[in-house]
């Protein structure tokens, strides 16, 4: 018997039926910017992809995740105190940064202005909003630039 029983099953129009256990299941206190009322979202990667898919448990939302240093290099940021509570740490080191892809026109972007923000020892998550720096909401995630 496995030590790891699924708590959930999500039945995804896009992605089929899905078991996910608790170490899967992250909750977002303050939601997602645009869904707000949703708080618990199941994260679960993509066979053969670096994407993962973040998708409420309870509702048929769900968004394509990249972590940050698979799509661009020298990506930084200062994250508040309130942010830090929200996650249950005070040390950047232990999150993970994933940021939301989004296809427009069959071409892939990412949102490098309000990235995801993951405390897998917390099982917390937040959408931070970087007001302190310039990035795009729409960074093209193929182009020739490679630098950013």
Same mark, same amino acid.
């Given at each position: 018997m ?17 078991e996910v ?14 869904v707000?009322d949703?708080r618990?979202? #199941? !994260?679960? $990667?993509?066979?053969e ?9 309870? *509702?048929s =939302?769900?968004?394509? &995740? ?5 799509a661009?290099?020298?990506?930084e ?7 830090? #509570? !929200?996650? $249950? ?12 892809? *989004?296809? =427009?026109e069959?071409? &892939?972007?990412v ?19 970087i ?18």
């Open positions: 496995s030590k790891e029983q699924p708590v959930h099953r999500i039945v995804s129009e896009t992605y089929g039926e899905v256990s608790a170490e899967q299941v992250y909750r977002f206190e303050k939601g997602i910017v645009g707000q949703i618990q979202y #199941a !994260l679960f $990667g993509l066979e992809a670096p994407f993962y898919i973040l998708h409420a448990l309870d *509702n =939302i769900s968004f394509i &995740l990249l972590p940050a240093q698979v661009v290099s020298a990506y940021f200062d994250i508040d105190s309130e942010s830090f #509570a !929200l996650l $249950g740490t005070n040390e950047q080191e232990q999150l993970t940064t994933m940021l939301i892809v *989004n296809v =427009i069959d071409k &892939l972007y949102n490098l202005k309000a990235p995801v923000l993951l405390s897998q020892k917390q099982r917390s998550g937040i959408q931070y909003v007001h302190d720096r310039d990035y795009p909401i729409r960074h093209p995630l193929l182009s020739d630039d490679r630098e950013g």
